[in-house]
Nanobody
């Protein structure tokens, strides 16, 4: 069974950092794109960053470029999202997900989702 389990969320002050982890099982991460998505209250779910498990190429939404870094460890079958210089507007539930096919970064392209981890950026 495909499973994705996020961890690493929490409460952090503006300017702080968090590292999210997504442990994948039931499939080989290296064969798929994996995405980090987030959803804040009253807002639609958006792609934060997506990465190809095969070659490590990654894309980011404009609002996090230069602050967030996605990476994957294919041996551990885990994907990470390093979040630096966090802002209050980064507050959301963060989800990792496995793509159905292809290498896009839109929620409808992803067919398996983790339970989410809450990230709150507040002073």
């Amino acid at each position: 069974q495909v499973q994705l389990v996020e961890s690493g969320g929490g409460l952090v002050q503006p300017g702080g950092s968090l590292r999210l982890s997504c442990a994948a099982s039931g499939f080989t991460l290296a064969y798929y794109a994996i995405g980090w998505f987030r959803q804040a209250p009253g807002k639609e779910r958006e792609g934060v960053s997506c990465i190809s498990g095969s070659d490590g190429s990654a894309i980011y939404t404009d609002s996090v470029k230069g602050r967030f870094t996605i990476s994957t460890d294919n041996v551990k079958n885990t994907v990470y999202l390093q979040m630096n210089s966090l802002k209050p507007e980064d507050t959301a539930i963060y989800y990792c997900a496995k793509v159905r096919s292809g290498y896009g970064c839109y929620p409808l392209e992803y067919d398996h989702w983790g339970q989410g981890t809450q990230v709150t950026v507040s002073s």
